[in-house]
């Protein structure tokens, strides 16, 4: 049997065991002062700054896996590009023109058969969570109209080059275009709704409970019907370089700890955000 694979194959009993492993990504993980971790900018519920220190549902899980690893988590924020496979690229298996490095694996990767294979550079594993987007209405006009005559009868926000602002943009032959209103992020499209600016708000439901704290008894989520290749909700998952067979064994052995233990339902408890099992 090929002697890297069978590392692969024992490595979690190793770790299980409670022996700390030593292999060539772990002397230079250590050398370092840690494991490296990727996370997003500005974006709450996942990863964001409060007073000075970066926090969120992304970076607590991050730290977990790496505690469970015996190794100090360095969270590295940075700013999403055009698109996931540029972010893959940029932070993850080549590096950013501009200088950075790359991280030992990344957060909030969507975990999906055909972009995985499209983006065989990285190995995108261990899903955590399962993101939806949803329709943010008060719960009285969710009682009296679907979600097709509130998207009519008034404006509805969305974060803007997003994929609600794509689908609500262009789907029906364009039927909901100019209800759409534009916002840099949701809580903006958040805060428009609650001053009755806009009449319902479009987002994943994550940054939506996010932006609407702890009170949500007025308001109700409704799915959002998409049609062709859309997606309404995808699987969040991690992201290593392709070839690095010891820290992927490593962090699957890990977060596979944390999800048996329900870790990850409590992260996402602590942040005051329903949790949808990948």
């Known amino acids: 049997m090929n002697k890297k694979f ?3 194959l024992l490595l979690p009993l190793l770790l299980l065991a409670g022996e700390a492993y030593s292999g060539e990504d772990f002397d230079s993980i250590r050398s370092k002062g840690g494991l490296r971790v990727a996370v997003y900018k500005d974006f709450p519920p996942y990863s964001y700054s409060d007073k000075g220190r970066i926090v969120g549902i ?3 899980i991050a730290k977990a896996i790496a505690s469970e690893l015996e190794i100090d988590a360095l969270i590295w924020s940075v700013g999403a590009d055009e698109n996931m496979e540029d972010d893959l690229r940029n932070f993850v298996w080549k590096g950013h023109y501009l200088g950075g490095g790359t991280a030992d694996f990344m957060m909030h990767v969507p975990f999906d058969k055909e972009f995985a294979e499209e983006n065989d550079k990285v190995i995108i594993f261990s899903p955590y969570a399962t993101e939806s987007v949803v329709v943010l209405r008060d719960a009285g006009r969710a009682e009296n109209e679907t979600v097709m005559q509130t998207f009519l009868k008034g404006k509805v926000g969305v974060e803007l080059d997003t994929m609600p602002d794509f689908y609500l943009t262009s789907s029906s032959r364009g039927m909901f275009r100019n209800s759409v209103k534009h ?4 809580e903006e499209a958040v805060a428009a709704f ?3 600016d ?3 708000v479009v987002a994943p439901k994550a940054q939506i409970e996010s932006a609407l704290g702890a009170d949500r008894s007025s308001y109700t989520f409704s799915a959002l019907s998409v049609s062709g290749r859309v997606r309404s909700d995808w699987k969040l998952a991690i992201a290593i370089k392709e070839g690095r067979d010891e820290l992927i064994a490593a962090v699957k052995a890990a977060f596979g700890n944390l999800q048996r233990s329900g870790k990850v339902e409590e992260i ?7 949790y949808e099992s990948p």
């Open 194 to 196: 609650l001053k009755g």
């Open 198 to 200: 806009v009449q319902s």
């Open 6 to 8: 069978l590392s692969v």
């Open 183 to 186: 916002f840099m992020t949701v």
């Open 268 to 274: 996402y408890a602590k942040y005051n955000i329903s």
């Open 58 to 60: 992304d970076v607590d």
